[in-house]
């Protein structure tokens, strides 16, 4: 089975009502699809921020849907649910597992929340968690955007996502002819903005910075 190996991001946030979603659908002649003429975001409707994680092993895309905000807490959330729902099962040998992430968003590697939370999250699941942030300016590098991201944006392109569920089934029922796979869930729980975390509890982290560029590579012992 060997260890597992996930590439993460939060994809674009996207406001949820009968909006205009770029691309095109196959509609009856004559029969346009019918939105809104503006894209304000309507408060009792909200944004959903999708945080994705992709399994290189085996092209696998797990998907959880956030109704709050896009916050290292919530990233570290979306890695949890992950396991339990697929990697746990399917690497059930795993001794560690290796992070691939941009430099920014809520897995920036200058996050001492994200780097708190993983710390606490090698410990609940037992593993040994690498990290491994890619330098500024290359996140296209990041297999997550062009392995999962994109195909989803195709999948749901000229469909407005009128509603939490309506994106949930959009995600969810992503294929590709080489085998992709998507697993989505939604998370309704609230994320704290600008959370922090003690100097005490930020010290305590088991945290072993690896050179040559150690703001960038590291990793937490259970």
């Keep these: 089975m060997g260890e597992p190996v996930i590439s993460v991001d939060t994809k674009k946030k996207e406001n949820i009502g009968n909006f205009k979603n770029l691309g095109q659908e196959y509609r009856r002649s004559k029969d346009p699809r019918k939105v ?3 894209d304000f975001p309507i408060k009792e409707l909200g944004k ?3 945080y994705g994680v992709y399994n290189l092993n085996h092209n696998v895309g797990f998907v959880n849907v956030g109704t709050s905000h896009d916050t290292a807490e919530f990233a570290a959330e979306s890695i949890y649910r992950w396991w339990k729902t697929v990697g746990e099962r399917s690497f059930s040998d795993a001794t560690k597992l290796m992070i691939t992430c941009d ?3 809520s897995n920036g590697n200058r996050l001492r929340l ?3 939370q993983i710390s606490q999250l090698a410990c609940q699941l037992g593993l040994e968690i690498h990290v491994c942030h890619f330098p500024p300016g290359t996140s296209k590098w ?3 955007e062009h392995r999962l991201f994109c195909y989803i944006s195709k999948n749901w392109q000229g469909k407005p996502l009128i509603d939490v569920e309506t ?5 969810g029922s992503t294929t590709t002819k080489t085998g992709l796979k998507v697993i989505c869930q939604r998370d309704d729980a609230v994320y704290e903005l600008s959370k922090k975390v003690s100097e005490e509890d930020f010290e305590a982290i088991k945290i072993t910075k690896l050179e040559p560029f150690p ?3 590291y990793y937490f012992e259970p």
């Design 215 to 217: 703001s960038w590579n």
């Design 142 to 144: 990041n297999k997550i």
């Design 36 to 38: 809104l003429d503006h």
């Design 48 to 50: 959903i921020s999708p």
């Design 103 to 105: 430099c920014g968003g």
């Design 114 to 116: 994200w780097k708190y």
């Design 167 to 171: 994106a949930i089934d959009l995600i």
